[in-house]
Nanobody, 113 residues
Framework: VQLQASGGGLVQAGGYLTLSCSASGIRFRDNAMGWYRQAPGKQRELVASITSGGSTGVVDSVKGRFTISRDNDKNTVYLKMSDLEPEDTAVYYC????????WGQGTLVTVSS
């Protein structure tokens, strides 16, 4: 099983980025997917999730700014982030979960003020 996250980078506050996570080795369409982030010195936290049926949820701190989506034909989940804030700086991880969790390697997002 491999989850490959990409799309991170350095962006100014107010900017946007789209993260991608490509999965292999799992029945992607049967897995719920999630994006998590871990800022320096903080615990990893859930940012957004999407069920196998396409229902989505995001945490309050990113509501209206972040959108999660999936493309089952491409085995890929996306996190579209806009109006980024310095507080969004973190390593972002994707996770697949059905019977167990599978984690990707993380992609760094740095938002400068």
């Amino acid at each position: 099983v491999q989850l490959q996250a990409s799309g991170g980078g350095l962006v100014q506050a107010g900017g946007y980025l789209t993260l991608s996570c490509s999965a292999s080795g799992i029945r992607f369409r049967d897995n719920a997917m999630g994006w998590y982030r871990q800022a320096p010195g903080k615990q990893r936290e859930l940012v957004a999730s999407i069920t196998s049926g396409g229902s989505t949820g995001v945490v309050d701190s990113v509501k209206g700014r972040f959108t999660i989506s999936r493309d089952n034909d491409k085995n890929t989940v996306y996190l579209k982030m806009s109006d980024l804030e310095p507080e969004d700086t973190a390593v972002y991880y994707c996770k697949a979960f059905r019977y167990r969790d599978y984690w990707g390697q993380g992609t760094l997002v740095t938002v400068s003020s």
